[in-house]
């Protein structure tokens, strides 16, 4: 339940400062005033307090009384919900600030739209909704009853908090969007890979082999380049050849012996020294038996007489030593000439192994037999040229028949993968596409239920019954049974009006002032009350705005007799005639172009 208890407001329209008003205070309250006095503005800031706006559209520039020297106005509002007591506080200048109190702490958002909206939350139902269940004029009628047929069922949907259901349908209508784009993105992805599998599907996907890449024999370049130059200087080459054909003849004229052994030259100088001394013990020793020979009588140089058998003892003994002298010379002198022998030989072969090794230097191997034909030679150079040629061709080939099949085989390895994420990419994507049909068709049947006709059409055609009883229950007291009023939701989402007078179907537009004026009460009335049966947001205050101004003396009777009766309602007739006298009166009064409320 919410109860509006008390509205304080400064400088609004018409208003100077300090303005009170006491919506609680009695079941039904007269408010009473001239024309353009301000009575109708209560119902504007009241608006203002909990909305920021109001149902006149009047700019925030505009609300400021302009008669005041004061530059700020001010709203206060106190009111209920449940055991909760709140408090509106506005204050509007050069800026605007507005706080939230609850049970007296400051529960205000972080800017003034925050804070709006959390009033909204509190109260329940949003402006439009508000404006059209708390305030009633006589200048127009009950918006609900002259509104078009969609229109109505929308206004039926937000007062009897039936759009918690088309919230649901509305996110159920979302999501179904959301889904068939993700089915219509799925079905592009499908449609995109069976044309790229569709494509490759009669394509050769075989792989090119790869051939063998022959080598170049890495002695034929040499050889071209040696039989170049065999064509550029084969005057000199010939010459050559010729030249080391003929070291090659001597050599052939060299006979080779096996080197003997080194001669004993110390031995053969031994022998020589020792031969030396054996001539000189031969030529000492005749010389000495010459001499001997000479001696007879007295020797010259003792001039002793002579020994003969002793001259003959040292003849015969020296003798003995030439002979044996001769003999060891002949031996020596066979030894000496077996070494020279030896050692000529020895020289000769040395000699012969040294010009054979000569000649065998200065033969070169690589030089042919036969001179060189420069005819041979230029054949040969274009037969190995061409061989030169033909073969880097081959490999050229080869080369790039294989760079053909690597580029080949590796497009086909890439789509082979390619194909098989496909396939596998189509598989996940067509078994996403039957869980989403599923999921659309689930939401669908949801989206249809909370649809306005779905389930929130079976609640209204429910209620309406409900509003319609009512609502002639309250017609029946204020037209005395003339007037009847029936509700009919058709099959094309609309609620329609059908008002009876005396059982006779009229238009609401045929109605007189007061006729209507019974009509829009009854039906506001029914509204609150089925209200009240089905939500928390139910409301105590209801104003209405000269509506008794079009009733005659015993329709204002009976509205008054009707509105003392409702539980739970505070009402404001608002009028600058009338006047009952049981009831409580505010009056409203403007001097100076400021108006203020005096009770």
Known sequence: MITIKELRWSNLFSYGANNKINFVHAPLTQLVGRNGHGKSSIALILEEALYNKNSKGIKKADILNRHVKDKTYTIELDFSRDDSDYTVKTTRGAQQTVKLLKNGKDISGHTATTTYKMIEDIIGIDHKSFAQIVYQSNANSLEFLTSADTARKKFLIEILNLTKYTKAGEIFKELGTDLKQELSGIQGKITTIQAWLDKYANTNLSYKQEVTVPTLDQQLEPQLVEVQAQISNIDKLNKQINQNNTYKKQLTNIAVLDIPQAPDIKRMQNMESEYTNHLRTVRDGEAFIEKLNKLSGVCPTCFSLINEAKVNELIVERTSEIEEARASGV??????EDIKQQKQQYDTSLAKQAEWEKLHLLIDKNLPQQVLDKNDLQREYERVS???TKTREEIQRCEQHNSSAKAHNTKVDTIKQQL????????????????????INIVSILNKTFSTTGLVAYKIECLVKDLEEITNQYLVELSDGRFQISFKVNSSDKLNVVISDNGRDIDISALSGGE???VNVATLLAIRKLMQTLSSSRINLLILDETVEALDVDGKDKLVEVLLKEEHLNTFLVSHGFSHPL???VNVIKRNNISR???
Do not use: D, P, S, W
Not at 331 to 336: E, G, K, Q, R, T
């Open 597 to 599: 409320i005096e009770a």
């Open 583 to 585: 009831l409580e009166k």
């Open 386 to 388: 061409t061989l030169i």
């Open 331 to 336: 031996v020596c002198a066979v030894i000496i």
């Open 420 to 439: 098989g994420e496909m396939r596998q990419e189509l598989e996940e994507h067509t078994f996403q596409l039957g869980l989403i049909n599923e999921r």
């Open 516 to 518: 209507k004026a019974r």
